[in-house]
């Protein structure tokens, strides 16, 4: 990115005006740059759930064999003189062989229990062959699937043979007898755990293997070979899940140092904090720690299992240590298995690792099966030697006041505490001022801090983890270390995904019990930060009580919005589709806490509320009938005019999920499913395609409750498009106002919804048309003979339909238009409150209307909803008898289930005998008699002054007296509803549940002075001050000239209107249905796409949005469209940001009726030479960047304001005259707004006023069509205006005349006044360009091309001043666009 030299050497004296421009952009609101917006409305993709252990085991029984022989070595062992003698820490020659045999036996059972109180331990001491049997098979038949563990202590025997076998003895003790390994798996089974304690270990453990995969080929063979011995037998245990310790190497000795215990494994495995202390005190470093002895170590106070004891302690860090070094060196799946998935296993893997540490120092390697890598000259050793250093050096003292910890032996421990409910009243104190806890813990904790706040995003995980995993368990620093744990959650899902596989999960279940308040603004952030990625846990929490913590926090009004918030996406993952949390839940009263909060004024907590309350009653009836009583659907109606669109969306999905139901149907019911929809459906129009997106979704959970109804509907429809001609562009009242195909370029049309994305025209646009003109089927307006092979796929949404099967899609695109415009739904706001029975029509109307919607994705969804229902309708309906009957209004009967019978609504009509209730059962219909059409309301013209629907058509109508038929087709009916209902998704729950797993603590990029977002928008505004400040030099110095040619180019369509980039060298053309981009300072095409407007509408106006920083472009069709886009004139693929409909009450098809006077000939003779103009002003806009406000108006009656950052319609000014707006032009500083109108007149209207009193002036002195009224920017700024008769007229807003007339050409076709020159151009329907200063003298006069031929300038149809440059665009109907500046000396 090149940043100018002379931009960044330009001198900084004071604040100067271009300087203040400079601040005032980066002060500029940006429009539609939201993150809906910019993502795809899709939740994110599920992670593999990895740490949750598919198969918990617990090693239920143990069997101690232990194999000494009291005082008879073995024959194969010389042992060293003096030797390592004691057994489980008991000198077995102090007392008679059997007593030391038992003694030891009886000890290394309690040393076991403290890791596994609740095993079945059986000891076998110098057993025989059968005894060990007897023992193992005993064991495996009572822990069926369970763990059993083998301790194998052979210190008294000879050591293991490389046949795999170890020893044993005769009953009388004169002989060793081996026993094979293979048998002892036989016997033990699996899963199984086997400790061997003798030398030469590694031996059993190769062997083990060996006669595993030995069983394997033998199974093998016997499965292919049925007379095979085995093939008989019930398939033994494969020894997969077996795991193995060995004390050392196949080729190893055990250590025989006298300092040392004889079974230094099994001490290493069953006593670790014993030997570990006893092998720092042999260590020559332990000389620094003065007056430590081996005997003192025996006298270190406390308990093993009460932390806040000095033993208790070492014990909690060296379970932080281990688990830590494994969790960072095991590979994720093998740590699971061993450190998680089992708590005896677990402790004696961490032991193991001690073991290796300890036993390497003797020359002696521990084998494990599986293998682990070596993890003995870990880091974090060093950081257990500190520990122990720190807690021995204080022992002394210590036990010279022997008094202190008598103190702590009154008081529970911690886990018991855990246990009682984490009671946050425990005295910690009395220990921290004996001892002073150990600092390990803090340290660590500063340690992930520190990793916290000064890594990069790609680096290895935090080696703390795990620690923080056993912080969680001390008062003392948990506050601490919940906090670190949130902002390490926070940085996104794959840290949530570590931290649930080191093991958080108990914990943080466990805390919810605590009654501590300081807790929980920390944990509702974890627990959201969890269910954000693993939405699964909602079990849990429901099993363990959880919930009601959560219910608490919700309800809690002294907590912060952001807590609520939380606490509420919480509830709204533990309802989701889950009816036992949705029974917890009503049963604690969510319903009636989550409408208390509607109107909280923090969005995202409204917005979850109402997803919330959407999620609890889906598919569950008593919670909709509990939010009934709660009048919950009244409540969430506020929200559905709330200024944030993912609020409204939210509402909407809510009162969706309310109408869509299953349950039982009653009158009741019937009648707030109506209400609901008929509010629902107000949002028609609604700025944000989400919200109409959700309102697709919502309605079809209607459609699918009442199908039978709108099958009806639906066949009546289809039955009027047939015999009604729709008056199409082609024969309305204007003759001038014919619409023919083009014979221009043009581009083929849309493929699909994505299609918008990669539309680059890059062929030759000439031979695409011919293809276009075969596809346009109908274009003239006749009657499309309905079938459903014929498909008119003319329109962007026709081919776009292509699931579940195309030859399923009934209704094109085109069908579905004609009948919209059939049935006008202007008047749509004005039906609420007709009777009911026209419920289901209404809402028929809506959906006919939003499947023409701009927007692809919400077209799409409505299609696939209409054509579900009328495949069922054509394909369910036989040949009937159709009868005259009233209107439309009695289609259907109230719901599918009330058997016709009528909802009595205070002021519709009468009930009527239904006519189609035989739809539900099997009869045969008997004809009914004939009824007189139902009284109407009383009907009040709407603002476009179109009648309702209703008054369009003739009073009599063909009605089916029958609805389809349901009985044949039973079988297919539940999986069409499902089709319709499962397809039917927007994704935005998901997508708004991916805002709790992203990080939110993080600076926005836009934010972070470092960032590259930042750095390229300092680049853009810096450009942005450079233009600003040259084109005002020029500007200033006055141009005296306007025809130099800069470009000249053919645009692939005839330009209709033209727009200048304010600040790069990009200008766009519009022709009628697509937008070209070049690039005038290098002559080259950058783009063209397709807008995606229907074929008989055109652009008729285009604005640039944020065209200060990332800038979008906004098109306006003549249908009342708006259309935003991204990413064009670079290389990426143009892509729509967003759609809607601007103008709800312009249909092309009314437009043009014949004026009289001046005003209809000048209009005749522009026509006539600017095709663009055709049949009325189109639609007209203008646009705010400093507000986001968008002026729009055309040929209606009202100017109508939206708020782009709401994406709402915040106000309507009535013209008050019955003329379209040919012009706008606003002024954020006045808060005026001047239109100029067909019939000449020019009207300001100041927007901070009401409705009535708004228009503060009205100019009629122009007698014909105002072509352009503008309206200065300054404070003191005139109202210029011009109409097609050329004259031009200054107004001052305060006074009633103009202050000035300037008289150009007549027959006026287009018109621009510069913002900065005082200039202003006229193309004339003469066809000529002249170009006027601010005193009325004509500059330029413009009739001829520049080049070699020289050629006439063709009639011009638009032309457009650059906001700061002297440089003026134009394009002619000849398909030219040209370019013309001040002299070359000036620029």
Not at 267 to 280: D, E, N, Q, V
Not at 438 to 465: D, H, I, K, Y
Not at 639 to 658: H, K, N, S, Y
Request: proline share 7%; aromatic share 8%; hydrophobic share 40%.
């Amino acid at each position: 990115m090149k940043m100018d030299s002379d931009l960044l050497q330009s001198p900084a004296v004071g604040l100067t005006e271009e300087e203040e421009a400079d601040m005032n952009d980066w002060k500029l609101p940006l429009a539609f740059m939201k993150k809906r917006h910019s993502e795809k409305i899709e939740g994110s993709k599920a992670l593999a759930q990895s740490w949750r252990m598919k198969d918990r085991m617990k090693t239920v029984s143990v069997a101690l064999v232990l194999c000494l022989n009291v005082g008879v070595d073995p024959p194969d062992v010389v042992k060293t003189s003096p030797c390592a003698r004691l057994e489980c820490w008991i000198d077995p020659l102090s007392m008679s062989p059997q007593k030391a045999l038992e003694t030891i036996g009886a000890n290394l059972q309690k040393q076991y229990e403290n890791w596994q109180p609740r095993a079945r331990y059986k000891q076998s001491l110098d057993p025989t062959v059968d005894e060990v049997k007897k023992l193992c098979t005993s064991l495996r038949r009572n822990a069926k699937e369970e763990r059993v563990l083998f301790h194998y202590n052979g210190h008294g025997v000879p050591r293991p043979t490389v046949n795999g076998e170890i020893w044993v003895f005769n009953k009388n003790y004169t002989q060793y007898i081996p026993l094979s390994i293979y048998d002892l798996q036989t016997w033990m089974g699996s899963p199984s755990i086997f400790v061997y304690d003798c030398s030469n270990a590694g031996i059993i453990v190769k062997s083990f293997k060996q006669f595993a995969l030995q069983r394997e080929q033998e199974l093998e063979v016997a499965a292919i070979n049925p007379s095979h011995p085995l093939a008989q037998m019930p398939l033994p245990p494969s020894m997969k899940n077996c795991i193995q310790l060995a004390a050392c190497e196949a080729s190893e000795l055990l250590p025989m140092n006298p300092d040392l215990p004889a079974d230094l494994f099994t001490s290493c495995l069953t006593t670790p904090i014993k030997i570990a202390l006893r092998w720092f005190c042999m260590q020559k470093s332990a000389k620094l720690v003065p007056g430590v002895t081996l005997d003192l170590i025996e006298k270190i106070p406390g308990r093993l299992n009460d932390r806040r004891t000095p033993l208790g302690e070492l014990n909690w860090i060296f379970t932080a240590i281990t688990d830590t070094i494994a969790w960072n060196v095991l590979p994720r799946d093998l740590f699971q298995k061993l450190f998680r998935q089992d708590l005896l296993v677990a402790s004696l893997f961490r032991n193991f690792l001690l073991a290796e540490r300890i036993m390497r120092s003797y020359n002696c390697t521990p084998v494990s099966s599986p293998r682990l890598p070596p993890t003995y000259m870990h880091a974090m050793w060093q950081a257990w030697d500190l520990a122990v250093d720190i807690c021995l050096s204080q022992l002394p003292t210590i036990i010279e006041e022997g008094t202190a910890f008598r103190l702590l032996g009154s008081q529970c421990s911690l886990k018991e505490s855990l246990q009682a409910g984490l009671r946050a009243d425990l005295p910690t104190s009395t220990y921290s001022a004996l001892l002073g806890h150990s600092p390990f813990f803090a340290e660590q904790l500063t340690a992930f801090q520190v990793w916290l706040t000064m890594g990069v995003e790609n680096r290895n995980p935090p080696e703390q983890l795990p620690i923080v995993l056993q912080v969680l368990l001390s008062q003392v620093h948990r506050l601490r270390a919940l906090d670190l744990l949130g902002r390490f959650l926070d940085l996104g899902p794959w840290a949530v995904s570590l931290a649930l596989s080191v093991g958080i999960f108990p914990y943080v279940l466990k805390l919810l019990q605590s009654s501590a308040r300081e807790l929980r603004p920390l944990l509702v952030f974890i627990w959201a930060k969890i269910l954000a990625v693993d939405s699964s846990c909602q079990a849990d929490l429901v099993k363990d009580n959880g919930h009601k913590y959560f219910l608490s926090v919700l309800a809690d009004s002294y907590m912060p919005a952001e807590h609520r918030t939380m606490a509420v996406f919480i509830l709204a993952v533990i309802v989701n589709s889950y009816t036992t949390g949705q029974e917890a839940c009503l049963q604690g009263n969510l319903i009636a806490n989550c409408l208390e909060q509607l109107s909280d004024p923090h969005p995202l907590l409204r917005q979850w509320v109402a997803i919330c309350l959407g999620r609890i009653w889906q598919n569950f009836d008593p919670a909709r009938w509990c939010g009934v009583r709660d009048s919950a659907h009244e409540k969430l109606y506020t929200l559905l005019t709330d200024p944030i669109p993912e609020v409204r969306c939210a509402a909407v999905f809510a009162l969706g999920t309310f109408v869509g139901n299953s349950g039982e149907r009653t009158d009741h019911s019937t009648t707030i499913d109506h209400n609901v929809v008929m509010m629902l459906a107000q949002l028609i129009n609604d700025g944000s395609p989400v919200v109409r997106k959700e309102l697709v979704v919502a309605l079809s959970h209607l459609v699918v409750q009442y199908e039978s109804n709108f099958c009806t509907v639906a066949l009546q429809f289809i039955e009027e498009e047939k015999n009604y001609t729709v008056p199409s562009p082609a024969n309305t009242a204007e003759p001038g106002n014919l619409t023919p195909v083009r014979d221009s370029p043009a581009i083929p049309r849309l493929r699909s919804v994505n299609s918008y994305t990669n539309i680059r025209a890059a062929t030759t646009a000439r031979n695409l048309n011919k293809s276009l003109q075969n596809l346009n089927l109908n274009e003239e307006g006749g009657p499309a003979a309905f079938s459903p092979g014929n498909l008119s796929t003319s329109s962007s949404a026709s081919s776009t339909l292509g699931s579940p099967d195309n030859d399923e899609y009934i209704l094109s695109f085109e069908t579905i238009d004609k009948m919209r415009r059939v049935s006008s739904y202007s008047s749509l706001n004005s039906l609420i409150g007709v009777s009911f029975n026209s419920v289901y029509t209404q809402i028929w109307r809506v959906l006919l209307h939003l499947a023409a919607d701009p927007f692809p994705e919400v077209s799409d969804l409505a299609m696939k909803v209409l054509n579900s229902i009328a495949y069922k309708a054509t394909m369910n309906a036989r040949p009937q008898r159709i009868l005259d009957s009233g209107s439309l209004t009695q289609s259907a009967p109230a719901s599918p289930t009330s058997k016709g019978t009528h909802i009595h609504q205070a002021g519709g009509s009468p009930p009527m005998p239904s006519t189609s209730s035989s739809s539900l059962t099997n009869e045969v219909p008997k004809p009914p008699a004939r009824e007189p059409p139902a009284t109407r309301p009383p009907y009040t013209p709407t603002l476009g002054g179109q009648a309702p629907h209703s008054h369009q058509f003739p009073r009599t109508r063909k009605m089916f007296d029958k609805g389809p038929e349901q009985g044949g087709e039973d079988g297919d009916e539940p999986c069409h509803r499902n089709y319709i209902s499962a397809s039917l998704q927007t994704g935005l729950c998901d997508w708004s549940a991916k805002y709790f797993a992203q990080p939110v603590m993080k600076i926005p990029e836009e934010h972070d002075q470092e960032s590259q977002v930042r750095m390229e928008r300092q680049w853009r505004f810096l450009r942005n001050t450079r233009v600003r400040r040259q084109s005002r030099t020029i500007t200033q110095k006055g141009v005296s000239r306007l025809d130099d040619q800069i470009f000249i180019n053919r645009n692939p369509g005839v330009p209709s209107v033209v727009k200048f980039h304010p600040f790069n060298t990009c200008i766009a053309v519009a022709d009628k249905d697509s937008i070209c981009f070049w690039d005038w300072e290098k002559g080259e095409r950058l783009d063209y796409f397709y807008n995606g407007n229907p074929r008989y509408t055109r652009i008729t106006a285009m604005e640039y949005l944020n065209g200060h920083d990332c800038s979008l472009l906004l098109t306006a069709t003549d249908d009342g469209a708006l259309r935003v886009w991204k990413n064009f004139a670079d290389q990426k693929n143009p892509e729509m940001v967003t759609a809607w409909q601007g103008l709800s009450d312009m249909l092309p098809t009314t437009r043009g009726q014949p004026g009289t006077g001046t005003h209809s000939l000048a209009r005749r003779v522009s026509i006539y030479l600017d095709r663009s103009k055709q049949g009325g002003a189109g639609m007209v806009v203008d646009w705010e960047q400093d507000t986001g406000l968008l002026m729009t108006s055309g040929d209606v009656r009202v100017v109508r304001i939206w708020d782009t950052d709401r994406e709402m319609k915040v106000q309507d000014i009535p013209t008050g005259a019955d003329s379209c707006v040919t012009s706008l032009s606003c002024d954020s500083q006045r808060s005026l707004v001047v239109a100029g109108l067909g019939d000449g007149s020019v009207r300001l209207f100041d927007r901070r006023m009401g409705p009535n009193d708004c228009r503060v002036m009205t100019y009629r002195e122009h007698g014909a069509w105002v072509v352009k009224a503008h309206l200065q920017k300054e404070t003191d700024g005139h109202i210029i205006s011009v109409s097609v008769n050329g004259d031009v007229r200054f107004f001052e807003p305060r006074s009633p005349d103009s202050v000035n007339v300037l008289q150009t050409v007549k027959g006026l076709t287009a018109l621009d006044i510069h913002p900065q020159a005082n200039l202003f151009a006229c193309g004339s329907m003469n066809q000529f360009i002249a170009v006027y200063n601010a005193n009325g003298d004509v500059i330029s006069n413009i009739k001829y091309y520049d080049g070699f031929m020289g050629q006439r300038i063709g009639a011009i149809s638009c032309l457009a001043f650059h906001p700061h440059w002297p440089h003026l665009a134009v394009g002619s109907n000849d398909y030219y666009m040209s370019i013309y500046s001040a002299e070359k000396r000036l620029r």
